[in-house]
């Protein structure tokens, strides 16, 4: 499966195994949705599971956090993670907090899924990666895959999340291959972002990182789109890299982060979202706390531009091979 089949198929299994699941967002019914991921299950299930909404997505929140405290499970769509702003007060002032201010005994099931991140030529209003933002509001779960089998194990574990989580779906790798941009220097993957996916239901866990790739030279942190730019970095540079694919940036694995680091000594984080106050910020202050005393080097980000994603300067804003090597020979060399 790629990344769209996995995630259709997470919701398919939901909708199928559990009556209180329902799906919400624009044009995610009889359309499908813009990438196709809803496609099938609106004619499968009926329009009272797969619900589309009006272009509200404050609305589209508030009535899924309505839906959640009367028991339901609702898996809603905001159709651009550019777009998730007129939700965010509903997110993070009623759905973040629904469990604490009433003290246990409402909580919120809410699962928003989004979007996120550019390399399909989208500009400015399609392309952000607004993960940040969400990981500092108390009591949201935040998650990006990677691969498709994570994607339809994470996306299964936060719908039977009792807590709200918001999904961010890298759409660089909804379709498969990762061939570069016609007429621009290539991107290319050491992986291929499609993979073996389960029919069945199975989940992976929320809050549990992985270690892609075992190595010893120095350790690499990144989630998403940019975990297999890292990979094809390293072996293009010929760098023995431990590599981390984050999977959940809220709650993080900080002990799988920690023990890499002060076994290698070294430590790359990258994101595609920008550079000031990126998550990546968060990663290095986290690294410097608990690995101080075991690095080599000084801590490098690899990142995206402190700009809007400009649409005529794709590909030299996305996060290259380029700007790894600059950050591998920093690394490598100090002492």
Known sequence: MNLVQALNSAMDVMLGRDPSVVLMGEDIGYFGGVFRVTEGLQRKYGEHRVLDTPIAEGGIVATAIGMAVNGLRPVAEIQFADY????????????????????????????????????????????????????????????????????????????????????????????????????????PWSTHPKGEVPEGHYRVPIAKAEVVRPGSDLTIISYGTMVHVAQAAAAAQGIDAEIIDLRSLSPLDEETICASVCKTGRCVIAHEATRFSGFGAELTAIVQEHCFWNLLAPIQRVTGWDTPYPHAFEWEYFPNQARFAAAFRVAMESA
Not at 96 to 124: E, K, N, W
């Open 84 to 187: 998730i702003y007129p939700g965010f007060d509903q997110i993070a002032s009623e759905l973040a907090r629904l469990r604490y201010r009433s003290a246990g005994d409402f909580h919120a099931p809410v699962t928003i899924r989004t979007p996120c991140g550019g390399g399909i030529r989208g500009g400015q209003t399609h392309s952000q990666s607004p993960e940040s933002i969400f990981t500092h509001v108390c009591g949201l779960k935040v998650v990006m895959p990677s691969n498709p089998y994570d994607a339809k194990g994470l996306l299964i574990s936060a719908i039977e999340d009792d807590d709200p989580v918001i999904f961010f779906e890298p759409k660089r790798l909804y379709n498969g291959p990762f061939d570069g941009d016609p007429g621009k220097p290539a991107v």
